[in-house]
């Protein structure tokens, strides 16, 4: 099975991935795994960060498909609508077609908190190290112009 954790930065979906990747003996494949990488070689935002994102996760989503199909893998994400870059629904798209390629259902939970909580968890320090996303104003942005969503997702909690 392949089970996707959705929500916005700061919601806790690597926390909780992390949790429900060891109580299934699965793999957790966190989306900064992926643009961590692209973030590191390229400046965020340029064709060339989005072609390397693209390539890691090509690489990635292939070694799955390698995986026994029984075999649960964890998948965190933003699936949203909105922003410049169609990116994130890109990620999805390539997300539905992984669990077409496996032959498998694809679980969808989006993970939400309070606007207030979620402005005080993104500023935490351990973000520091994972270079995820720690501005408020930013996250509020996001918030308010783009939409969560999974659409084509066979089952939801």
Request: hydrophobic content about 40%.
């Amino acid at each position: 099975m392949l089970i996707n954790l959705n929500g916005w930065p700061g919601a806790g979906k690597l926390t909780v991935g992390r949790i429900v990747a060891q109580k299934l003996n699965g793999s957790l494949l966190d989306n900064h795994t992926i643009l961590n990488v692209a973030s590191a070689v390229t400046k965020p935002g340029t064709p060339e960060y989005y072609e390397t994102a693209r390539a890691v996760r090509r690489i990635a989503f292939d070694r799955i498909l390698e995986l026994p199909a029984h075999f649960p893998v964890v998948l965190t994400n933003v699936v949203a609508r909105g922003g410049t870059s169609g990116f994130l629904e890109e990620n999805w798209q390539a997300i539905l077609e992984l669990a077409e390629r496996r032959n498998c259902d694809l679980y969808s939970a989006t993970l939400l908190c309070s606007p207030k909580e979620n402005a005080r968890r993104i500023v935490s320090q351990e973000r520091i190290l994972e270079k995820k996303m720690r501005d408020p104003t930013a996250l509020a942005d996001v918030v308010r112009t783009r939409v969560l969503f999974d659409d084509g997702a066979k089952r939801r909690p």
